[in-house]
């Protein structure tokens, strides 16, 4: 982290970073001599490759602020999508909850058994039917059928 750290703050930013890993790439690709027999040689490159690769990750580093302009333009997209979609859930399940609170009322049964007992069986009744005839068979597909379904 020593060598990464170049203005000594005791940080290390995107620059120091590219600088120090561009510092161990050109050091990795200089055979090891006799003094420093034990370091790795990496790469069998020349230097000027090492020089264009350090170009090329400070030419991404633009490129990552234009994209980081890319991504709010999504963030603020998808705020307006869950407000639009907010909204018109609001606007169309007002009178839906207007007929269940009706409906509960005039059957005199509760508006939460209402809400999350009888609408459930009713979109799914067939469903329901079609996984009771087919336990009926008492075969082991049918029962893991069943098993699934429920």
Do not use: C
């Amino acid at each position: 982290m020593q060598e990464f750290d170049i203005f000594r703050d005791h940080r290390m930013n995107e620059t120091e970073f590219i600088e120090g890993i561009s510092k161990w790439l050109v050091l990795s690709r200089h055979p090891a001599d006799e003094k420093d027999h034990d370091r790795p040689r990496f790469f069998n490159t020349s230097s000027k490759q090492s020089r264009s690769e350090q170009q090329s990750l400070l030419t991404q580093k633009q490129e990552i602020s234009t994209t980081t302009q890319k991504n709010w333009l999504n963030y603020v997209k998808a705020a307006l999508l869950l407000l639009v979609g907010t909204a018109i859930s609001a606007l169309l399940g007002l009178p839906l909850m207007q007929t269940l609170q009706e409906f509960s009322s005039d059957v005199n049964i509760p508006s939460f058994l209402v809400t999350y007992v009888v609408v459930p069986l009713a979109l799914n009744i067939r469903q329901a039917l079609a996984t009771i005839t087919s336990a009926r068979e008492k075969t082991e597909k049918a029962i893991s059928l069943t098993f699934s379904e429920v």
